[in-house]
């Protein structure tokens, strides 16, 4: 439960694996830099959102890690159209927390979502209470990010756990 709101189907917060922990480790042990542990993360933080993505039936973008941003404090990749190769940046704060980083880039992946598949998804991710009305909304709840219906305040879901669509 989230504010005494139990979700649709709860999964517990999200944290990589061991292997990829230890795998991380490991870089930094070789002198990967903050930098480049963090443009790695940004695209790993995308791959867990890109899971809603498949959920819903739609394709995935293609990512590529990009040092666009000039802001020292800010990680950046791209996503690409795997349809026409038209992307678009997505960027965090570094200084965040993974969860708001996680709510940030899920922000930025449903305009991705919306300009790219038009009017047939303007309301992705679908809110199950009003489907023909309004997407889900990317939130930081209780420290996680999660996605709610905005006009009951309600969490649906943890961002990168949406039910697979009918």
Known sequence: MISGVPFHRIIGPV??????EQALAAKRA????ERVFMEAG???IIRHVLRDVSSGGLEEPRIEESNWD???????????SARDSTGQGVSVKGDLPR???????ADQVQEWVI????????NWPQCPWHPDNHPLSAQ???GQG?????????????IGELSVKD
């Not at 944290?15 to 990829?20: C, M």
């Not at 070789?30 to 830099?33: E, N």
């Not at 999660?146 to 943890?158: E, G, H, K």
């Open 70 to 80: 000039d802001d020292p404090q800010m990680f950046s990749a791209m996503i690409y």
């Open 30 to 33: 070789q002198g990967w830099s």
């Open 140 to 142: 930081l709840v209780d």
């Open 15 to 20: 944290r990589g694996n061991l292997a990829n």
């Open 115 to 122: 300009e790219e598949n038009g009017p047939t998804n303007s």
């Open 42 to 44: 940004i695209v790993e």
């Open 146 to 158: 999660v996605w709610i219906c905005p006009v009951r305040n309600t969490p649906v879901a943890l």
């Open 99 to 105: 969860s708001e980083q996680l709510v940030s880039v």
